[in-house]
């Protein structure tokens, strides 16, 4: 009646090897989970709708993989039936990165076809298809390696219960291990093609530890270890050629950097576009994940302004009813420099200190191929809009929050009364803060939203759109009237000033207010999507 092996019974695989095999392949289903947002956003983007995808899919095929992996091995499952799983699996996952966009191309429709409105559907349905089918299938058959590699282990151990700890322990440091190297390590030095490559060949490893040592399972090593040499040679195939026209009169003509940071993917690329006259306009253009005719950067050759949104912005010292002291400015989501760039070039001192923060220290170097130069009174500071607030001193005539995580959502925790409340006591007595907000329409639910709560801090709040795109600028202070529009404004920004007066609507002649956002409840996706 002892719980001892009967005679002559061992077990299938040695303990030591069983550790080895489930730390690995733990490691490889977090690496490959992590990375795969990170590959999937130059065409979905990397929020929270596609890290929900993502997590469903590997939760779903995890699962399903150990249910079907349990039934397997009670049926007579083999060390070499379990090998071959893991040679699949790192089959499929070798050339994961190089399947997104084929899939993705397929499924998204063209580029012109995009607007803020529909993109939401598009990630959530296009994300869900794309993950499913390029990740799916390696990780269901990870999933089965558990209950299959427990089933070998456990006939004839005798001490089954301490075999088990043990299995349980190595697979969760594996898993802890693999959750760290991609964001500390592996996409910053390697790259998410050469992240993917990793993680089929950690599997090829795992396969190799149960193989002996000659046969057809080291052959079959061999031949993927040359597969994974030759996909490498290919060219980074989340790299997109240059679109060409997409527009009448648009069209982007050469892509100077396309690569991934810790943050995002980051694409430089000149656009061309024709004048009423025929004459042909050359700008630099920051793109960042999905975007593609969304851009977050621009520098106009040959021209002080950029024809865009940033024009607006830049024209706001000239309004604000300060004194003819130097107005201190801080730029949240900075960019590259844009807006940095058009206040120093148009003000020059009469532009204080001027902070430019953006959350991307990447993004931010790149600030020279935007126009920009260096000046002793500019401070450039990586770091979230947020924690930078924290610690900013009061005084500051100007805020922009122009951050956004993806194409069309600011950040929840930068759009909520505690979030409002801080900015506001950053700001000096007559200051302002001013937000662009992706929205076709001023009272958009977005917008309302925005609005009703900037309104539970500030006095005054307006708004105001640039008339053919989807920025709505929202303008809070406790100065009436917020702008003072007799103001001199210097020469080369009264079209930007006029194109901001003429949309201009204070929140009291707007209809019925939205709901207050909070940092306990702020549904800034949801109101994105929301179309009135």
């Known amino acids: 009646m002892g719980n001892e092996a009967s005679a002559g019974s061992i077990p299938l695989i040695k303990p030591l090897r069983t550790v080895f095999v489930v730390g690995l392949v733990g490691l490889a289903t977090m690496v490959i989970e992590l990375t795969a947002t990170r590959a999937l956003a130059p065409w979905f983007g990397a929020s929270i709708l596609t890290w929900t995808n993502v997590i469903g899919v590997v939760l779903l095929a995890l699962s399903s993989g150990a249910w079907i992996g349990g039934i397997l091995a009670q049926r007579g499952g083999s060390l070499f039936g379990l090998r071959n799983v893991l040679l699949l699996a790192a089959a499929l996952t070798l050339p994961a990165a190089f399947l997104l966009?084929?899939?993705?191309?397929?499924?998204?429709?063209?580029?012109?076809?995009?607007?803020?409105?529909?993109?939401?559907?598009?990630?959530?349905?296009?994300?869900?298809?794309?993950?499913?089918?390029?990740?799916?299938?390696?990780?269901?058959?990870?999933?089965?390696?558990?209950?299959?590699?427990?089933?070998?282990?456990?006939?004839?151990?005798?001490?089954?219960?301490?075999?088990?700890?043990?299995?349980?322990?190595?697979?969760?440091?594996?898993?802890?291990?693999?959750?760290?190297?991609?964001?500390?390590?592996?996409?910053?030095?390697?790259?998410?093609?050469?992240?993917?490559?990793?993680?089929?060949?950690?599997?090829?490893?795992?396969?190799?530890?149960?193989?002996?040592?000659?046969?057809?399972?080291?052959?079959?090593?061999?031949?993927?270890?040359?597969?994974?040499?030759?996909?490498?040679?290919?060219?980074?195939?989340?790299?997109?050629?240059?679109?060409?026209?997409?527009?009448?009169?648009?069209?982007?003509?050469?892509?100077?950097?396309?690569?991934d940071s810790a943050y995002q993917r980051v694409r430089v690329s000149d656009w061309e576009t024709k004048g009423d006259g025929g004459q042909v306009q050359v700008e630099r253009r920051l793109i960042l994940d999905e975007g593609q005719l969304e851009f977050h950067s621009s520098f106009v050759e040959g021209s002080p302004l950029t024809g865009h949104y940033y024009d607006v912005f830049a024209a706001l010292p000239a309004l604000l009813r300060q004194n003819e002291s130097p107005i201190d400015v801080a730029i949240l989501g900075g960019g590259a420099g844009t807006l940095s760039r058009l206040l120093r070039g148009t003000y020059g001192a009469r532009i204080g200190q001027l902070f430019n923060v953006e959350i991307d220290p990447t993004v931010m170097d790149l600030r020279e191929r935007f126009g920009v130069e260096s000046h002793p009174a500019d401070h450039w500071i990586a770091a979230d809009a947020r924690v930078f607030l924290a610690g900013a001193a009061r005084g500051l005539g100007l805020i922009v929050l122009d951050a956004y995580s993806h194409q069309i959502e600011i950040p929840a925790h930068l759009a909520t009364k505690e979030f409002f409340a801080l900015a506001r006591s950053r700001l000096a007595t007559n200051?302002?803060?001013?937000?662009?907000?992706?929205?076709?329409?001023?009272?958009?639910?977005?917008?309302?939203?925005?609005?009703?709560?900037?309104?539970?801090?500030?006095?005054?709040?307006?708004?105001?759109?640039?008339?053919?795109?989807?920025?709505?600028?929202?303008?809070?202070?406790?100065?009436?009237?917020?702008?003072?529009?007799?103001?001199?404004?210097?020469?080369?920004?009264?079209?930007?000033?006029?194109?901001?007066r003429s949309g201009w609507m204070p929140a009291a002649a707007l209809s019925s207010p939205g709901r207050v956002l909070t940092d306990d409840l702020a549904p800034l996706s949801k109101l994105a999507r929301e179309i009135r």
């Not at 299959?148 to 700890?165: E, F, N, V």
């Not at 662009?436 to 709040?461: C, H, K, M, W, Y």
Request: net charge neutral.
């Open 101 to 259: 966009r084929p899939l993705s191309e397929w499924i998204l429709p063209p580029p012109t076809a995009m607007n803020p409105a529909i993109a939401a559907g598009h990630v959530v349905r296009g994300s869900l298809i794309v993950t499913t089918l390029a990740f799916g299938p390696a990780i269901f058959l990870l999933g089965m390696v558990g209950p299959w590699l427990i089933h070998l282990a456990l006939q004839g151990s005798s001490r089954p219960a301490a075999l088990m700890g043990r299995i349980f322990a190595c697979s969760t440091l594996g898993s802890l291990l693999g959750t760290y190297l991609p964001a500390h390590l592996l996409l910053e030095t390697v790259g998410v093609r050469w992240t993917f490559l990793i993680s089929g060949l950690v599997l090829l490893s795992a396969a190799l530890i149960l193989s002996s040592r000659r046969g057809k399972p080291v052959l079959a090593c061999l031949a993927a270890l040359l597969g994974a040499g030759v996909l490498c040679l290919i060219g980074d195939p989340s790299r997109r050629p240059p679109l060409g026209e997409v527009q009448p009169g648009l069209r982007e003509t050469s892509v100077a950097l396309d690569f």
């Open 431 to 500: 200051g302002i803060l001013a937000i662009n907000v992706s929205s076709a329409d001023l009272e958009s639910p977005l917008v309302s939203a925005i609005r009703t709560t900037l309104g539970e801090l500030f006095s005054q709040v307006a708004v105001s759109s640039w008339p053919g795109s989807w920025n709505v600028i929202v303008i809070a202070g406790d100065q009436a009237p917020l702008l003072d529009w007799t103001r001199d404004i210097p020469e080369v920004l009264r079209p930007a000033a006029q194109r901001l």
